[in-house]
């Protein structure tokens, strides 16, 4: 029995998803908190900033995280070592970049940004920027190295210690939302010496750099780069949209964000799975068994569409004990929105391990093809039913009709390239789920 508990608890899939466990219950805790600390508008500016923020690192760490985590699960050290030292020496590059254009469009908009609710993140962004580019690097390279043990203790560090700033600051402290996001940087920026002390990030290698392989990186990265942008356009163009309502503004954002927010419980075990389902499915790609990387997607997009039937249901019933939870009593309001989310759950393994799939067997250009006819079902949608409807509800909508477009797209260029059967994707999720069971008894 002991050894069973240690082969599970040292298990690759077990560590990724505790570590996304514990980061969003701590994720939680700090949106719980927030809410609780601010009015509708300006935790409103602070979802902005957040969502922002998120849109702008898909565009800087897309051109080369996918990249680095496939071309290292197959590659000699000789070959890591030019990897990881090219992976640092781009991110500097555009990070200097990001850091000039948001400076030169702040100084020349200022006004027009100051009475928007994006004057957060244009004056703290490149900031911010700057100080987590190790904690972020380091993420990358532990990914692809499956060393998900210490992404759990890196991620956990960053956010348990803002979540205990933040009960403080709401019991005693009382500080302003700009001062909660100065303390924020502060604890990214010392999250980011750990990852340094540690080499976690691998900057000790920026002198192997290799234009060969910076090459490589980005031919592979102009693809994914997109559908990383795309992917999370397909969430954050919701709060945009939303925020530029002049009939919804920053009170829409809060109330939209409470169930948005809800719906990370069904991407903890998305993002664990598809974090070591890529690693597993580039190395069977870069070694031609095909058969493997059919039988990696059946096993795990079949086993969380089961898992999530149970779950979605079961949300859907109380939806309004878990925003009241979430958000307290005032967005109560929000329940059906969440309603449509936990619908929206019952597709999303089929088209999350679709576009894993695409770039594992690499067809970055098929899986940038998908989020694009996603994301432009999704910002027409959203418009529609922010300016026509002014309405959140219809937003959520959106989501779902998004999300069978993704679905018929991914898997239409996937099937091209694997031969996929829809009904071994439910009878190998099935066994799946048998075994760990059988593996627990």
Not at 334 to 361: E, H, K, M, Q, S
């Amino acid at each position: 029995m002991i050894k069973k508990i240690k082969h599970i608890v040292l298990n690759q899939d077990f560590l990724s998803l505790l570590g996304n466990l514990v980061y969003a219950v701590l994720g939680f805790v700090s949106f719980l908190i927030l809410t609780r600390s601010f009015p509708k508008d300006i935790f409103g500016e602070w979802v902005l900033f957040i969502t922002a923020a998120n849109f702008v690192e898909m565009f800087r760490f897309g051109i080369t995280r996918t990249a680095i985590v496939r071309f290292l699960s197959g590659a000699n050290q000789i070959e890591k070592e030019k990897l990881i030292g090219s992976n640092w020496l781009i991110g500097i590059i555009i990070t200097v970049f990001l850091v000039i254009v948001i400076f030169v469009v702040n100084l020349f908009f200022s006004d027009n940004i100051k009475s928007s609710g994006f004057s957060l993140f244009f004056l703290w962004y490149p900031l911010y920027a700057i100080v987590n580019l190790p904690f972020n690097n380091a993420l990358t390279v532990l990914q692809a190295k499956l060393q998900f043990g210490k992404i759990l203790k890196l991620r956990t560090l960053n956010i348990l210690l803002f979540d205990m700033f933040l009960l403080v600051n709401l019991f005693y402290l009382k500080l302003n939302l700009t001062s909660v996001l100065i303390v924020f940087l502060i604890l990214t920026a010392f999250t980011s010496v750990i990852s340094l002390i540690n080499r976690w990030d691998g900057i000790y290698l920026l002198k192997k750099t290799d234009k060969h392989t910076i090459k490589k990186i980005l031919d592979f990265g102009k693809f994914t780069t997109g559908t990383l942008i795309g992917s999370n356009l397909l969430k954050s163009a919701d709060t945009f949209i939303i925020g530029m309502s002049p009939f919804l503004g920053t009170a829409g954002v809060a109330l939209y964000s409470v169930p948005l927010k809800l719906t990370e419980v069904m991407e903890i075990p998305l993002r664990s799975f598809a974090a070591t389902a890529f690693p597993k499915m580039s190395k069977a790609s870069i070694n031609n068994n095909l058969e493997k990387v059919k039988s990696l997607f059946y096993k795990y997009a079949g086993s969380l569409t089961l898992l999530f039937i149970p779950f979605s249901i079961f949300n859907f019933i109380f939806a309004e004990f878990f925003v009241t939870l979430l958000g307290g009593a005032e967005y109560i309001e929000t329940a059906n929105i969440y309603r449509v989310f936990c619908l929206y759950g019952l597709i999303l393994p089929l088209d999350r391990f679709t576009g894993v799939g695409l770039d594992a067997i690499n067809k970055p250009k098929q899986n940038f093809y998908k989020v694009i006819f996603m994301v432009i079902a999704n910002i027409v949608g959203d418009l529609i039913a922010v300016f026509v409807f002014q309405s959140v509800f219809y937003v959520a909508l959106i989501t779902i009709l998004m999300t069978f477009v993704g679905i018929v797209v991914g898997y239409y260029y996937f099937n091209k390239e694997v031969k996929l059967s829809i009904l071994k994707i439910f009878t190998q999720g099935l066994n799946f789920l048998k075994n760990i069971k059988s593996n627990l008894a």
